[in-house]
């Protein structure tokens, strides 16, 4: 195990005294699902006064424009909650990024609202692990850094988003602008029960395809129409025809049609792309340029597509290895073996590699069966991790570089 200096010691004992717990089970209390706005503006207002005790400027900043294709076709704005956005020494020579999103993925009327806490040290709630027990020791982390000798040596940016869960559509460009000039990202994805951190990642691209076609009588002169929905699922096989082993492709639903006697002139297809490389990104474009105009041109029809690919690969590149190796060594100088491997999910960890700076995603509490009503926390592991990312950050800070 690395030896631990005093004021590493010290740094270790205040990062895991802070009040993590408390601030988990009031926060998690307040439902927060993306499309609650009114949720999203009262957990804002709680996290700005939590983390209020560090210095620099709080700001809550609104979101940028974001558009949403409904089943008539439509295309409409949506609207997102503000994000917060904390500068602290902003003209420091070493300056790091710490994100994490408010957002929870149970709406306002789901029927997972209660927190539990249980036997086994767990605690079942809302957003307990993904991620409101993240936040919680980012901001003890943080508040232990800034108690320590360390805080002088080192800005830092925290940017709490409010749709990450949702694809970051309104967040992206304040992140990838906080990006910029940072040594290194820390952002609080849950780790995994067994503390597992996530390696590399794949993107995703998620698409709306506008099918329009001519109604007609079913009986009477079918021929006279142009059938939107068959026009909708040969464009979902042949997208389905680029599935390989670096890309996968889920033609997931498919909105249109009415009556049995009339030939439909609207459909709206749903396709979601898992690429692992920039490459397969490119490649799943070309099939859906390729797609749209064959399928237009053979079944008369008109189609736009809306959507993109909101979340690159990230890969483990010079960089990564090294914050992961600064990281696994911190943790080893607590008594952790850290490890991670790939992971087929996205997060905001995503987009800030693809601005060049290193990042390790998965720095939040050990938990799992998120996105369900089984979702745990670990408690203890809300010291332990507030512990591990207080030293890594201190460490980065007396080296001065990554």
Known sequence: MDQLSPAELTLIEMARAQPMLAQVERWSTINSGTRNLAGLASVATELADAFSVLPGEIQLIAPEPAESVG???????IEHGRHLHLSVRPDAAVRMLFTGHMDTVYPVDHSFQALTMRDDGTLNGPGVADMKGGLALMLGALTAIEASPFGPRIGYDVV?????ETGSFSS?????DMALGKVAALTYEPALPDGTLAGARGGTGNFSIVVRGLSAHAGRNPDDGRNAILAAADIALRL??????????????????????VVPDLAVLRVNFRPATLDEIKRAQAQIDSAVAMVAAKHDVRIEVHGGFNRPPKPIDAGAEMLFGLVKSSGAALGLDIGWRHSGGVCDGNNIA???????????????????PDEFLIVDSLPERAALSALTIARIAQAGRL
């Open 160 to 164: 709490i988003n409010s749709d990450e």
């Open 71 to 77: 089943t008539d076709g439509i295309v409409s704005a």
């Open 354 to 372: 693809a601005c060049g700076v290193p990042v390790v995603d998965t720095m939040g509490a050990r938990g799992g069966a998120i996105h369900s």
């Open 240 to 261: 389905a025809e680029a599935r390989g082993p670096r890309l996968a492709v889920n033609p997931a639903r498919i909105d249109g049609g009415g009556p049995n006697n």
């Open 172 to 176: 992206a460009a304040l992140i990838a």
